[in-house]
């Protein structure tokens, strides 16, 4: 079955750039578009990037998303971090018609 | 403004059923891909399921861990999205979300494929 792996936990200062990885087990991550979504403590998830590097309206343009064919993997980078990004991140993707998410990582802003 | 809104969570033993719903306003509900998805305690998202909308073909799909127990439903009268959860164990205790894209396929609208998420309900199976 297809999975997606992302590093348990990350942290970086405030002002800093942080990039989350998603490594895809087989095939191409590539085939599929990847999502990412964002969950604070006690909240819903909510999208931060969709079809690999959109973003929704109302998402800072902080948030970025991008595709490594070579790696097989997926990536979300945080520039410019505020305290307010510190919070769970979920990459997403398909294995056909199933619904795949990554493990999750913490973002520790710090 | 999208709104999701899930109701009909609680404590229920285990083996017994559960219906959630969940109330959608701000798009076009009937052409809206319908998603539910979950979480344990402590524990990251999980995929439960999916549902298309009537007009490319109102097909559903399940994992794995919920296919012969779980059932997606829709009521595009209602605007409502139903989960029913039958023979429930231990393990399917969590937060029940559901997700919404209200453009399948749409470049200009979509924003993927749960772009929108309702706020959650426990449920709980419990003796």
């Known amino acids: 079955n297809f999975m997606l792996t992302q590093p348990h936990s990350v942290s970086e200062s405030p002002g800093k750039t942080v990039t989350i990885s998603c490594t895809g087990s087989?095939?191409?991550?590539?085939?599929?578009?990847v999502q990412w979504y964002q969950q604070r403590p006690g909240s819903a998830p909510t999208t931060v990037i969709y079809?690999?590097?959109?973003?929704p309206s109302g998402v800072p343009d902080r948030f970025s998303g991008s595709i490594d064919s070579s790696s097989n993997s997926a990536s979300l980078t945080i520039s410019g971090l505020k305290t307010e990004d510190e919070a769970d991140y979920y990459c997403q993707s398909f294995d056909g018609n199933n619904v795949i998410f990554g493990g999750g990582t913490t973002l520790t802003v710090l | 403004e999208v709104q999701l809104v899930e109701s009909g969570g609680g404590l229920v033993k285990p083996g017994g059923s559960l219906r959630l719903s969940c109330a959608a306003s701000?798009?076009?509900?009937?052409?809206?891909?319908m998603s539910w998805a979950r979480q344990a305690p402590g524990k990251g998202l999980e995929w439960v399921g999916r549902?298309?909308?009537?007009?490319?073909?109102?097909?559903?799909n399940h994992a794995a861990p919920v296919k012969d127990r779980f059932s997606i439903s829709r009521d595009d009268s209602r605007n409502t999205l139903y989960l029913q959860m039958n023979s429930l164990k231990i393990e399917d205790t969590a937060v029940y979300y559901c997700?919404?894209?209200?453009?399948?396929?749409?470049?200009?609208?979509?924003?993927?494929?749960?772009?929108?998420w309702g706020q959650g309900i426990l449920v709980t199976v419990s003796s």
């Open positions: 087989s095939g191409s991550i590539a085939s599929n578009f």
């Open positions: 079809d690999d590097n959109r973003r």
């Open positions: 997700a919404a894209d209200p453009a399948p396929g749409n470049y200009y609208d979509s924003q993927g494929p749960m772009g929108y």
């Open positions: 701000g798009f076009t509900f009937s052409n809206a891909w």
């Open positions: 549902i298309k909308s009537k007009s490319d073909g109102g097909t559903t």
